[in-house]
C-alpha cells in the first residue's frame, strides 16, 4: 500500500512562506500525476496544484504566482512552496498520488495544516 507523508505545515503570517513535503513510500516516478489539494473549514476539497511524471505542472487560479511545486526524485518527495501567503490559504493541505489511467489508482496523505493569521 502506497503512503504519503505530509509536513511542513504550521502558523505563519501573511505575506510570509512555508514549504510542504510530501514523503512517499515508492518511487514517485512511477505515478502518472502528484499533487497538492487543500481543504478549509467547511468547504470542499479543492485542487491546488500537480506535478506530471512528464515534468508539465498546473495550479489553482488562486495560487498562480504565488506557489511552486517541484520533486526531488532521489528523496521520492514533493514540495510546494507556497509565498505570500494569505488568510484565504489557511486549510489542511493533502498530498495526492495516481497510478495508472485505466485503471487508475489514487492514494491520498493524512494531510498537514497550514494557518495564515496575524
Known amino acids: 500500500q502506497v503512503q504519503l507523508v505530509e509536513s511542513g505545515g504550521g502558523l505563519v503570517q501573511p505575506g510570509g512562506s512555508l514549504r510542504l513535503s510530501c514523503a512517499a513510500s515508492?518511487?514517485?516516478?512511477?505515478?502518472?500525476?502528484m499533487g497538492w489539494y487543500r481543504q478549509a473549514p467547511g468547504k470542499q476539497r479543492e485542487f491546488v496544484a500537480l506535478l506530471t511524471s512528464g515534468g508539465d505542472t498546473d495550479y489553482a487560479d488562486s495560487v498562480k504566482g504565488r506557489f511552486t511545486i517541484s520533486n526531488d526524485n532521489a528523496k521520492n518527495t514533493v514540495y510546494l512552496q507556497m509565498n505570500s501567503l494569505k488568510p484565504e490559504d489557511t486549510a489542511v493541505y493533502f498530498c495526492?498520488?495516481?497510478?495508472?489511467?485505466?485503471?487508475?489508482?489514487?492514494?491520498w496523505g493524512q494531510g498537514t495544516q497550514v494557518t495564515v493569521s496575524s
Open positions: 495526492k498520488a495516481r497510478r495508472g489511467v485505466i485503471p487508475r489508482y489514487d492514494y
Open positions: 515508492e518511487n514517485i516516478l512511477s505515478f502518472v500525476v
